[in-house]
């Protein structure tokens, strides 16, 4: 669309996973839309700095990982030469391919694409600096706020060191120390300290908490955990970082808490991964009314609408969880809103996937929610070790539960760790959102052998008709 084509009906502030959706499916619908985003083309930290180069780097680790594992299958192969220049080429081709396909989706859906940074200027005007030079002002009747997140450095853990990482640095993949200390337990600090074990560093994570992944049921983290204790240095709960300074040779850091010993330690690189900040700030929203909550967070109703009539926001600048899935729902929702539709965002299922070795993944209401809200449940579990498939990837410990309602049999969360749980839990989310009872899920014929049988099976354990476990039905 030309600047004379007529005036910009949706102005999406944010090219990620939601803003470009959210402008896409509002081109669909007929308005003339402007995307503003400082990347050369759509895409956001996930496509950029996020979810596809670290997804991309957690390929090789496994590739490398099973390249160790298959010499108990018979098969050896000399250790790997790893090009990290190749490997870096490899991640950045993969990004810059996806990229260049968004833009031409952009184009194709006449949407006008405005490389800069935008600002609100008040509620039907941005102010866009472009990353070319220079200023335009866009009038808009709608916007669509998203902003994104970036990672957050705790005051107390800045330190002005090439050696210290956030997750965007850590994925550029510059070289592989020999020892790399990774503060947080976290989803993220557990995906990329995995890739530079797999690289050879010696790999050492902090958690203050008394788990890894907070939050997570323990009966699938706790499998995750006996894995990294053979590819991680060490794992310190309950331990937390107190200061670091730069030394000769690397960051010393002091640790404080049970697994502090000893106290201080000398670590090549640290990289920092206890979270992220919405980017709500310099955004121009004070000349608005949009509202901010005590997080940072703007807050929304169901269509994803601003305290501002005329203003959305969605993704992660609009609360958690910050995931590039639930962004790119809400931007589908606010612009079928603002198309006049009746579209909201209530979802009952919101996949969350841990893309370690093995991968993690969970919809829905989990045990420990459960357990927090004192809500009644009973739990089918079907162990990996009874899945043929399982046995012939030489993933054994697995495990796949549903979470049900006793009363009504409705399925009520789904929880899996074991290889491909990132694909294998979109069956569950289907059977929660489609208020499936266990025995929908149970009598639907799963192709054997394949891992998705253990949803299957799971489901045949909550009525002890489990073929391959013997563990009837109590009562």
């Known amino acids: 669309m030309s600047e004379e084509s007529g005036a ?27 995307l503003i985003d400082e990347g050369e083309n759509p895409g956001g930290v996930c496509l950029y700095r996020g979810c596809i180069p670290s997804k991309a780097l957690l390929h090789v680790a496994k590739v490398i990982a099973e390249s160790h594992e298959a010499a108990a299958w018979g098969v050896e ?18 990004v810059t391919k ?23 200027l008040d509620a039907g005007t941005l102010r866009v600096e472009r990353s070319a030079g220079g200023e335009e002002d866009i009038p808009f009747e709608r916007a669509i706020i998203a902003a994104g997140s970036r990672p957050f450095i705790p005051p107390g853990l800045s330190l002005e060191s090439a050696r210290l990482m956030d997750s965007t640095s850590a994925l550029a993949l510059k070289d592989a120390p ?25 790999v050492t994570v902090v958690e203050m908490t008394a788990g890894l992944l907070p939050g997570a049921d323990r009966d699938l983290v706790n499998i995750l955990a006996k894995r990294l204790e053979k590819t991680l240095h060490a794992v310190l709960l309950n331990t937390k970082v107190a200061g670091m300074k730069e030394v000769k040779g690397g960051i010393q850091a002091r640790l404080e808490g049970e697994g502090a010993v000893p106290a201080e330690a000398v670590f090549e690189k640290v990289l920092v991964a206890v979270g992220r900040a919405p980017n709500s700030g310099g955004l121009g929203l004070e000349n608005t009314k949009v509202e901010i909550d005590e997080k940072g967070f703007i807050k929304t109703d169901a269509q994803r609408r601003t305290a501002e009539d005329n203003i959305f926001a969605i993704g992660d600048v609009a609360g958690e969880p910050m995931l590039a899935h639930k962004a790119t729902h809400e931007g589908r929702v606010a612009a079928e809103a603002i198309a006049g539709a009746k579209a909201a965002f209530e979802p009952a299922a919101i996949p969350a996937v841990v893309f370690t070795d093995p991968e993690i993944a969970w919809c829905g209401l989990t045990e420990t929610a459960a357990k927090a809200e004192k809500i009644p449940v009973q739990v089918a579990r079907f162990p990996w070790a009874a899945s043929g498939r399982a046995q012939t990837l030489g993933q054994s410990d697995g495990v796949t539960k549903l979470v049900i309602d006793p009363e009504t049999e409705r399925v009520l969360g789904v929880g899996i760790c074991g290889s491909g749980a990132g694909e294998l839990i979109a069956e569950g989310v289907l059977a929660v959102e489609m208020a499936a009872v266990a025995a929908d899920v149970g009598l639907s014929i799963h192709p054997h052998p394949t891992l998705s049988e253990t949803l299957m099976e799971s489901a045949d354990v909550f009525f002890g008709t489990s073929t391959h476990i013997y563990r009837p039905k109590r009562g």
């Open 8 to 34: 910009t009906e949706v102005a999406v502030l944010g090219g990620g996973p939601g803003g470009y959706a959210a402008a896409f499916r509002a081109a669909d619908l007929g308005k003339r839309v402007a």
């Open 178 to 202: 020999e020892s790399l200390l990774v503060v947080g337990g976290g989803y993220i600090g557990l995906e990329l300290g995995s890739v530079y074990a797999a690289l050879g560093a010696r």
């Open 98 to 120: 996806l990229t260049a396909g968004v833009g031409q989706l952009s184009k194709a859906r006449g949407v006008r694409f405005v490389r800069g940074r935008g600002k609100f």
């Open 77 to 94: 192969f000399s250790p790997p030469k790893i090009d990290l220049n190749r490997m870096r080429a490899w991640k950045e081709g993969i």
